[in-house]
């Protein structure tokens, strides 16, 4: 007799910033990090698994809340084409984290709000799925681990590209030796938003650039950067020697303070690995639409390499070039399933299989993406910053949790 699938029931918990997506495609590689993923997300839940191939897992969201009114809860339903049926909208975060039909609650504000949102979350004993980049420093993202140790919940930090088949496929060819031993990656996450008086195409007030909401390249877009450097060159170290990284950035600052172009090189000396993650608003990684400039990533190793188109974030396809190949490649594709009843499928809904299964089985994080690798990359993100002189507002880097926040209750 099969068994049914295990179902969670989510909680999504903010629908403005991130709810805005672009439904396009063409407009998701231009705008997704400036709007972020709660549309898709959610409509990437109501996929159906077996479109994709799982069967032992399934999703169902049964509650969605917005800090400023029901209203605007309802308004989202009707943009991710989900029937009010058997929803509970709520007018405030608060209600949403502390209803007991809520399996996991789904963070999905900007960077700037993560801590308090979903600390409110932990301390209602909620499991907690928080968007990237977790944190605005290091010292919340261990707060936040803290706390879900302390109350005993699962908590995951948001990177969907990790649970990609292709980045699976990636990891398992370079810890199987296929490009020999691995000494650099290099990997680019890059938007071309300059305008034509020198100003870039966003409002000053826009998310991307504004410091208010931890706003700039680097925990918007050069997370992804450092993703590709963090799952090769850190995540796949034996963890007898986990080595943490050193870190050297060159940031160059936009007009409201936060940071439009940002390069940062991680040195791992006792493994004699580097990697170097770039990130800009000013120019695009894949200039043409087509990535007629070569791939996003390189991953490097003494027998050949393994090059990544992009977007860094949503890739699609790899190849290997083999050092004595002959000049041969090898090209694999990797497609995102789509489901064609709902005509969607953005590939967040391998995430949200991984919560999941990590919830069946009784588990508090990922292995694919533990808490202590979320702190680290934290850590490098802050170190990057603070050497190129970007400082945030005090209410968004405190680590003092305030269930009265305003970043909570969305009091202006």
């Known amino acids: 007799m099969a068994q049914s699938p295990h179902t969670v029931r989510w909680g999504i918990l903010a629908t403005g910033f991130i709810a805005q997506s672009e439904s396009t495609t063409t407009r998701l590689l231009t705008q997704w990090h400036a709007a972020a993923a709660t549309t898709v997300f959610v409509r990437d839940l109501l996929c159906n698994p077996a479109t994709r191939d799982v069967t032992d897992v399934a999703h169902k969201v049964v509650a969605v809340a917005s800090s400023r009114s029901k209203e605007s809860a309802a308004g989202f339903l009707d943009k991710v084409n989900l029937a ?9 975060y608060d209600e949403l984290v502390n209803d007991p039909d809520v399996d996991c609650v789904y963070v999905a504000t900007p960077h ?32 936040l681990a803290a706390a879900a140790k302390e109350k005993n919940v699962f908590l995951m930090e948001a990177v969907w590209t990790r649970y990609f088949p292709l980045s699976i496929k990636i990891r398992e060819l370079v810890k199987s030796g296929a490009i020999g031993t691995v ?7 890059s938007v071309g938003s300059d305008g034509p008086d020198g100003s870039l195409t966003f409002a000053d007030e826009h998310r991307m650039v504004n410091v208010d909401l931890a706003g700039g390249a680097l925990l918007d877009l050069g997370i992804y950067s450092l993703t590709w450097l963090f799952q090769i060159l850190y995540h796949l170290q034996p963890e007898a020697e986990k080595e943490t990284p050193q870190t050297l950035a060159a940031i160059q600052q936009y007009k409201t303070g936060a940071d439009e172009s940002t390069s940062v090189i991680v040195s791992f000396p006792g493994h004699k690995t580097q990697g170097i ?35 860094a974030y949503r890739p699609t396809q790899y190849k290997i070039v083999k050092k004595d190949g002959d000049g041969q490649v090898e090209v694999v594709d990797c497609p995102i399933p789509v489901d064609r009843e709902r005509r969607f499928g953005m ?9 999941a299964r990590c919830l069946r089985d009784g588990k508090k994080e990922s292995a694919t993406l533990p808490l202590s690798e979320s702190i680290v990359i934290m850590e490098v993100m802050e170190e990057a910053l603070k050497q190129g002189s970007v400082k945030y507002p005090d209410v968004i880097t405190t680590d003092v949790f305030d269930p009265k926040s305003p970043l909570n209750t969305g009091a202006r």
């Open 347 to 355: 590939g967040m809904f391998w995430e949200a299989d991984e919560v």
């Open 84 to 92: 009010p049926e058997g929803v509970k909208l709520y007018g405030s």
């Open 183 to 189: 000494y650099r990656v290099i990997a680019d996450n």
């Open 277 to 311: 993650a770039l990130t800009s608003l000013r120019v695009a990684t894949n200039t043409d639409g087509k990535n007629s400039g070569g791939p996003a990533i390189k991953i490097q190793g003494t027998l050949g390499e393994i090059q990544v188109m992009g977007p």
């Open 112 to 143: 700037s709000h993560h801590f308090q949102n979903a600390m409110l979350a932990l301390q209602a004993g909620k499991n907690v799925l928080c968007e990237k980049a977790f944190t605005v420093t290091a010292s919340q993202a261990k707060k």
